[in-house]
């Protein structure tokens, strides 16, 4: 069995994508089809409707008009595969990075140990302290597992190298590379040019809250 | 149904581990609600008689300041880096999630209605053993109702970019005014000497809010927090 046929879907198709907020159109009409083992680079101009597709493909939002598709798969049947990394680290900073990371596995229903991720995002000793003491790499490491400990087949990045050091951008480069290997489908969203051209397989270019273009 | 209930336990275990943690909420509101009645006991009392029928109005006036400030306050919590969006990205009945807040916040205001009951009773010369039970049985009701409303609404500001506390305030007060005045009326009834039997009008009144609050909150919560 490859790796592709082990996710629950392997592409994630909009069809008509609007979404209005009051009369303002932060998206129009947007058809774009992300793939699995590869990466699409989500650029555009702030304001474009980078932010507002990432939330609509979370299900953090609704559309105003226009469908999703993730394979076979619809709304909250769909959102278990789903992980989202964004600039905020979405982590209680009252807890310890591991009382985060057991809170969210249980709530996704992951069981057994979480030592698998400590070892892999080299969560050290800093992960058994309050996140509020952690600094914005150890942060970005501990938001990186609480993404990933599901294994998700669609992985959404909204600024995901922002306030990062050399070394986190570099760990942060692999994490997706092996994320791709294992089939998942990521998007990315950067305003990182750099690190847009390394890490991107297509482009979606957003202009206004449509789609510009886009490139393979 | 399991899978629901667990979800909701485990949100509010993990407030209420926050919360023992920090004692942030609890500590800070309850003083607040401490605050009130020992102000107004020192402005309002003139003679035991007239301090026994402010006590009801005291006592809730207290218990709604603080449980609103309480309920605020924990979803701020959620607020803070935004860990709301990892919370609704989670695949949990986004039901479970508004019935593990108000699990935590009624466990708040309880905690904080445990401080100032005792004291209210003292400032104001209330003899609260005779009428201990049903007392606390109407302020379980009225709360219940009055935090599920704060809870359900308390997300709604939290999602909110700014003005969150005028979102709460100009939101939920209004809503929990039948609730609140239910309370109130019921318990100065009840500093009267009402029986039980007399005061069943409002418990069902109460019990009535707290229902539909409960079933607004588990089937709007979905709704309420989508863009």
Known sequence: MSADTQQPFTTVRTEGLTKLYGRTPALVTVDVELHARQVTVIEGANGSGKSTLVQLLAQLARPTRGTIAY???????????????????MLYPDLTGMENLTLFASLYGVDGSLDTLRERFELGRFADRPTRTCSRGQLQRLALARALLAKPALLLLDEPSTGLDVRGVERLAAVIDDERERGAIVALVTHDAAFADRMADRRIRLSRGRVSEAAA | MKGFLAASWRIAAKD???ELRTKEVVVTTGLFALLVVVLSSLAFYLSKGLAERLAPGVLWIAIAFSGVMAVGRSWERERDNQVLRALLLAPIPRGALFVGKLLANLLFVFAIE????????LFFHVDLLPILPMLLALMAL?????????TLFGALAARSSNARDLV?????FPLIAPALLGAVVAT??????????????????????DLIFLAAGVVLFDPLLAD
């Open chain 2, 188 to 209: 100065r009834d009840l500093f009267a000497g009402a029986s039980v039997a007399e005061l069943f009008g409002w418990i069902r009144a109460l019990a009535a809010f």
């Open chain 2, 168 to 172: 709460l305030s100009l939101v939920v």
């Open chain 2, 16 to 18: 209420l581990r926050i």
């Open chain 2, 142 to 150: 009225g709360t219940l109702g009055f935090v599920a409303a704060g």
């Open chain 2, 114 to 121: 445990a401080i100032v009951l005792p004291l209210t009773a």
């Open chain 1, 71 to 89: 394979g076979q798969l619809t709304g909250a049947d769909a959102r278990r595969h789903v992980g989202l990394l964004a600039h905020a680290p």
